[in-house]
C-alpha cells in the first residue's frame, strides 16, 4: 500500500516536467506526469517517431561481489548464472507459494574497471517489498561469507532512468554514445560513455529494452546530470518527431503490447503459468523461494488464464469489471483502455480456461450494463520487425 | 454563448436556462475545463428523448483514455432533445464546449434545484481551486 509513506519522492526531472505542462500524479509514491498534452497524441508519436519518458521511479538494485550470481539465482525464478555480459532476462520474484511478488528485468555488466554487477530493475510499487525480501534473504552471515560476498544497494535514487522508445531511436541516440546501437541486440545492454559535454564526462547504462512493444531504448544516467542530459535528447529529438510522453501513454502503449503490469495482470494471487509467464520459470536449477509450489503448479493446467479482450462496442471495460458467458461468471478485466492504435477499446483479462479460446464472444459488465466483447490473442499491436 | 449567463454545477455541467412557451427549459453540457481535464475523448453516452432526470444524478457517461465520468444532470425534469450529432464528433464537444457542442435539452419540472447551481464567477473559483 502506497498510503503509507508520507514523502512523495520526486525525480531528478520534476522541475522539467512542471515548466512543460505535466500533469502531475501520485504514482506508487512518486509524483509523476501523467500527460503533457494527450495521451493519444502521445501515444501514436512514440510508435510512429520517439517517446521520451522519465521512468526514474523504476527501483534498481545493484548487486556486486563475487556471490551476486548465486545469491540472485537463489532469489529470482530464472536463472542468472549463465548470462553473459550485457544480457538482460525479464524474470520473476515470487513468495514460498509461487504467487508473483514482482515482474523484473536483471541485467548483467562490467564496470569500465571490468569488475561485474547486477542491475534488478523493479516496479516502483513493490521496490520497498522486494528490498525487505533481499535484506531477509541476506542476513550479515550470507553477505560477508569469506569468498562469496554480496554487496547490495538500492541505487534508484542515486540514478535517473529515461525510456526513449520509438522506430527513431536508434537514430537519435547512436551519435550520442560510444557503443554501436544498431547492433545492440533486444534485451541486451551496455555500460556507455556519454558523448556530449551536458554529461561531464559522466556514463550510463543504455539497454535495448522497454515497456511499449516498439524498438526502443533505456538510459540510466546519475541524477546529478540527468536534467541536462534529458535536455539535449530532447532538442536533438525534435526535429525526428521526439515528444515527451507520461504514464499515461506508457499505460496504453504496454496495454496495446500485451504487457502485464503489477497491481494489474500480477499480484500475489497469481502464479506464473497462468499469468502466461511460464517461460520465466527455470525450475530445475538453483533452488529460489516459490520453486517447489510452482514445479507442482505447473503439472495442472491453471483454472483461470491471461487473455485479451476487444470490445465490440466503444465502452471501455476497465480493472474490474467481472465477465460472464450467460449468467457464469468466468473471470475479470485486470486493464482497459482505448487503444490509440486500433481505435476501438481493448483489455486484458483472467479468464476461465475452457473460455480462453481467441473468438470467443464474451459479455463483460461495463458500470452494470453487459457489454459484448470478443477474445484476441495477444498482443494487440506487434510492430514491423525494423531494427533489432 | 457567454459562459457568464451560464449555470453551473460542482461536477462541471453547465445550464442554460429558457423560458419556451411549454415553460422553462435548460440546454445542458460539459464545461471547457471539463472537457480539458478529460482530453483525450474517445466516447459519450447520451440518454434517450423522453428519460426523467433528476438533479445531480447521472444521465450519460463521458468516457477518456484514462477514465469514464458520470454526466450529471443540473436539473430536475424530462430529456426534450439530445445532440445525437456529436456521439460521432467528440471534437465538437472539444472545440465548443458550449455552443455546438451542448448535450441535452431538458424540460425543467423543479425549479427549486436551480438556486442550487454556481453562476460563473464561483465555478471559477471552484476551477481554480482545483488546479
Redesign the interface.
Known amino acids: 500500500m502506497d498510503g503509507q509513506q508520507s514523502t512523495i519522492f520526486r525525480t531528478p526531472l520534476f522541475e522539467w516536467h512542471a515548466a512543460h505542462g505535466a500533469r502531475m500524479v501520485d504514482f506508487a509514491g512518486w509524483s509523476m506526469p501523467?500527460?503533457y498534452?494527450?495521451?493519444?497524441d502521445e501515444h501514436l508519436a512514440t510508435r510512429s517517431a520517439i517517446g521520451i519518458t522519465d521512468v526514474s521511479h523504476m527501483g534498481r538494485l545493484r548487486f556486486e561481489g563475487p556471490g551476486a550470481a548465486v545469491f540472485l539465482a537463489e532469489l529470482l525464478t530464472r536463472r542468472v548464472s549463465d548470462m553473459r555480459e550485457g544480457q538482460i532476462r525479464y524474470s520473476l520474484v515470487t513468495n514460498e507459494q509461487g504467487g508473483i511478488q514482482d515482474d523484473v528485468l536483471v541485467g548483467y555488466y562490467h564496470n569500465a574497471n571490468g569488475q561485474p554487477f547486477y542491475v534488478v530493475v523493479v516496479n516502483a510499487s513493490n521496490r520497498q517489498k522486494i528490498v525487505d525480501w533481499v535484506h531477509a534473504h541476506l542476513p550479515p552471515e550470507r553477505a560477508e561469507r569469506p569468498g562469496q560476498e554480496v554487496i547490495f544497494t538500492d541505487v534508484t535514487r542515486l540514478w535517473a532512468m529515461f525510456a526513449i522508445q520509438g522506430p527513431r531511436s536508434v537514430e537519435l541516440l547512436q551519435p550520442l554514445v560510444d557503443v554501436d546501437l544498431r547492433w545492440m541486440r533486444y534485451y541486451h545492454g551496455a555500460q556507455a560513455s556519454i558523448l556530449h559535454p551536458a554529461a561531464h564526462r559522466q556514463g550510463g547504462i543504455i539497454s535495448r529494452t522497454g515497456y511499449t512493444g516498439e524498438d526502443g531504448f533505456e538510459l540510466s544516467v546519475g541524477a546529478s546530470i540527468a536534467a541536462d542530459v534529458w535536455d539535449v535528447i530532447v532538442e536533438l529529438g525534435k526535429p525526428l518527431g521526439l515528444v515527451p510522453a507520461g504514464l499515461?501513454a506508457r499505460d496504453?502503449l504496454r496495454l496495446e503490447a500485451g504487457m502485464p503490469l503489477y497491481g494489474h495482470e500480477l499480484d500475489e494471487h497469481i502464479d506464473p503459468f497462468q499469468a502466461g509467464l511460464g517461460f520465466a520459470c527455470h525450475l530445475t536449477g538453483y533452488d529460489f523461494p516459490g520453486r517447489d509450489a510452482l514445479r507442482e503448479i505447473e503439472q495442472r493446467p491453471p483454472r483461470r488464464v491471461r487473455v485479451g479482450l476487444e470490445m465490440v462496442g466503444?465502452?471501455?471495460a476497465?480493472q474490474g469489471s467481472r465477465i460472464l458467458a450467460g449468467t457464469d461468471d468466468i473471470g475479470e478485466v485486470t486493464s482497459g483502455?482505448?487503444s490509440?492504435t486500433l481505435k476501438k477499446?481493448i483489455a486484458m483479462a483472467y479468464i476461465r480456461r475452457e473460455y480462453a479460446e481467441p473468438g470467443t464472444v464474451v459479455s463483460v459488465d461495463v458500470?452494470g450494463r453487459m457489454e459484448p466483447a470478443r477474445l484476441v490473442p495477444l498482443p494487440f499491436y506487434r510492430r514491423n520487425n525494423k531494427g533489432a | 454563448m457567454n459562459p457568464n449567463d451560464l449555470r453551473y454545477s460542482e461536477t462541471h455541467e453547465w445550464a442554460r436556462v429558457e423560458e419556451t412557451p411549454n415553460g422553462k427549459v435548460a440546454t445542458v453540457g460539459i464545461t471547457a475545463f471539463a472537457v480539458e481535464l478529460l482530453t483525450d475523448l474517445v466516447h459519450i453516452e447520451l440518454p434517450n428523448v423522453g428519460t426523467a432526470v433528476q438533479a445531480g444524478q447521472p444521465f450519460g457517461e463521458v468516457e477518456s483514455v484514462k477514465s469514464v465520468s458520470d454526466l450529471n444532470s443540473p436539473v430536475d425534469g424530462e430529456v426534450i432533445e439530445v445532440n445525437d450529432a456529436i456521439v460521432d464528433h467528440l471534437e465538437t464537444l472539444s472545440n465548443d464546449p458550449f455552443g455546438e457542442g451542448w448535450l441535452v435539452k431538458v424540460k425543467i419540472a423543479d425549479e427549486a434545484g436551480l438556486a442550487q447551481l454556481m453562476d460563473h464567477a464561483a465555478y471559477e473559483a471552484q476551477c481554480r481551486e482545483h488546479e
Open positions: 501523467v500527460q498534452t494527450s495521451i493519444v499515461g496504453t466503444r465502452r471501455v476497465r483502455t482505448f490509440p477499446p458500470r
